[in-house]
């Protein structure tokens, strides 16, 4: 037997193998020439005539999303024809399903190269037909999975025209419940069974395992049911399988949009929208095994294409007959709502007084509230204001003394320079010096007798300062502490003498009538700036209260 590779084939095109191959010698064959592993499908036996039409209704594509199709072969002795293509090592998605798929990252990325085949096929103007976990192939080269979409070549239209009208041939977890209704495949319907693939990869096992693949099954999914989602499953995730699950075919998105958003999923980019960042956090932060709890199946499930025991108008009458019953609950329900609505009209209109009276006590109570609230803030603001008050009296004081002491200064420097000047004599020199020492005690005297007031301002300084801060809420003590500065209030700058030191804090320097002078020119250059200083306060400060 010799087996003739096909080298040239075309997109859209459909070869036919020189080779006879018998039945029997399947399983012998493994490599077309070259080297290339094949698989070999037994497609349904047609008639020599029938040749033309069977190329012209297939469309062969080459992607590598979709497993590679090498031509048609038949068999001589039973005139059957035979599928030639790529041969996938790993077998089929549900053999391998937790061993390719056990991290999210993984997961994405298997979904990723499933849809992109889909999209692939519908680009192509086709439909899948049969869309299913067993047509989506697996090989592993070594290093990677590679997945490849099969049996697009509408085998299905093969087997459905030789059914019945109403006749249904597929797996009923992955069958769209319009299709079990007896409307046309389209690529919405492949969208669908999409959807139950996606809901395999968060569970580890098949669709609907726990039931019997029966009528009842094929009526509960067209009423809605789908697979339970399974706990843990990311939101955005679980949000784009029910969309591709929907009851109304319009409603679910398109293999391109679904490829797109789970490509944005697996992809990382560099600037990203606060929606995609949530989501991929979603999937970095789900668990990573399958949380499935139901492991035995029911002996009546079937994950093979076969052909139903029950037709679509069967189903349809069914459905027919729940629409007609909904319809009775319905109106029985609308019946009783119009018996039990004078009740509740009655029921609302005491509810209704109830809750006006209600309101009114709630808005009696926020208006006394406000009311109190107001007061309270009002006094709070009048007690910080008062000590504002006096924080500025006693800077007024203590300007006043300073005022004072730099008068006595001036006096005391002047007596000292007239005695110094009457001084003369062989004993100038001692007389000056003791002089000197006199005056000295006199000035710093001075000094301390008026810094009484400059420790009052210190301690209405504190006492303004810790009354803001328990009333830091309120605007105005924002506004105080910032015109009064108290951020940086500091006593040195009311010290500004340069010479004159008080006894008690050390070693009395004698000073002479030039650091007497040069003392009393600063300490009157600073009074005249603390007074500008506390106009501006008082100025800034009357308004404030105004307000």
């Known amino acids: 037997m010799e087996l003739v590779r096909c080298n040239s084939w075309k997109h859209s095109d459909i070869k036919w193998l020189k080779a006879t191959i018998k039945i029997q010698e399947l399983k012998k064959i493994k490599l077309l020439q070259g080297g290339n592993l094949i698989k070999m499908k037994l497609i349904i036996l047609l008639a020599e ?11 062969i594509i080459n992607s590598n999303g979709i497993i590679r199709v090498y031509g048609f072969t038949k068999d001589p002795d039973t005139s059957n024809y035979m599928l030639i293509m790529q041969y996938a090592n790993r077998g089929n998605l549900r053999g391998c399903l937790i061993e ?4 999210w990252q993984q997961k994405l990325y298997t979904l990723h190269k499933i849809v992109m085949g889909l999209n692939t096929i519908h680009k192509n ?13 697996c090989e592993y080269n070594g ?25 249904i041939y597929g797996i009923i977890p992955f069958m769209a419940p319009e299709v079990l209704r007896g409307k046309p495949y389209s690529q919405a ?27 009842q099954l094929a009526l509960s999914i067209c009423k809605g049911e789908r697979p339970e989602i399974i706990e843990n499953t990311p939101q955005c995730y679980v949000d784009l399988m029910k969309k591709c699950w929907d009851e109304d075919p319009s409603k679910r998105p398109s293999a391109s949009y679904i490829l797109n958003i789970i490509k944005k999923w697996i992809t990382r980019s560099v600037v990203i929208n606060e929606e995609l960042k949530s989501n991929i956090m979603e999937f970095t932060n789900a668990p990573i095994k399958h949380n499935n709890q139901i492991v035995e199946s029911h002996p009546q499930v079937c994950y093979t294409s076969h052909l139903l025991d029950f037709t679509s108008e069967e189903l349809n009458e069914s459905l027919e007959g729940f629409k007609g019953l909904k319809f009775l609950e319905l109106k029985q329900k609308d019946d009783d709502a119009e018996q039990e609505l004078p009740k509740l009209e009655v029921i609302a209109e005491t509810n209704y007084q109830k809750k006006e009276a209600k309101q009114k006590e709630l808005d009696e109570l926020q208006q006394e509230l406000s009311r109190t609230s107001a007061s309270y803030d009002a006094n ?4 910080v204001l008062n000590q504002v008050n006096k924080f500025l009296k006693a800077k007024g004081g203590f300007l006043t003394l300073r005022e004072e002491a730099i008068k ?10 007239n005695k110094e000047g009457n001084t003369i004599g ?4 001692l007389k000056t010096s003791n002089l000197a020492d006199k005056y000295t005690k006199e000035f710093q005297y001075i000094l301390v007798k008026y810094n009484d007031g400059l420790l009052e301002l210190n301690k209405n300084y504190y006492s303004l300062e810790n009354i803001v801060q328990e009333n830091k809420e309120l605007e105005v003590s924002l506004m105080i502490e910032n015109i009064l500065k108290l951020y940086s209030f500091n006593l040195d700058k009311y010290k500004i003498f340069k010479f004159a030191t008080n006894s008690q804090e050390g070693t009395r320097i004698q000073l002479n009538s030039n650091m007497m002078a040069e003392d009393i020119n600063s300490l009157r250059k600073n009074l005249n700036e603390l007074k500008l200083e506390l106009e501006q306060e008082k100025k800034e400060l009357r308004n404030l209260a105004a307000d």
């Not at 990677?144 to 109403?166: M, N, P, T, V, W």
């Not at 959807?195 to 609907?208: A, D, K, Q, V, Y």
């Not at 062989?426 to 020199?429: F, G, M, P, V």
């Open 49 to 59: 005539k029938q040749q033309k039409v069977f190329s012209m209704m297939w469309k």
């Open 408 to 417: 006595k200064l001036q006096n005391c420097l002047e007596s000292f320079i």
């Open 426 to 429: 062989s004993t100038r020199d």
């Open 189 to 215: 319907s492949d969208i669908f069974s999409f959807s139950i693939i996606m809901w395999e990869f968060t569970s580890g096992i098949l669709p609907f395992n726990d039931k019997a693949h029966d009528f």
């Open 125 to 137: 103007g086709l439909i899948h037909y049969n869309f299913h976990d067993g047509n989506i192939l």
């Open 143 to 167: 290093s990677k999975y590679e997945i490849y979409i099969s049996d697009y070549l509408g085998s299905y239209q093969l087997a459905k025209s030789f059914l019945k009208k109403d006749y």
């Open 380 to 383: 709070r603001k009048k007690k």
């Open 100 to 103: 390719i798929a056990n991290n």
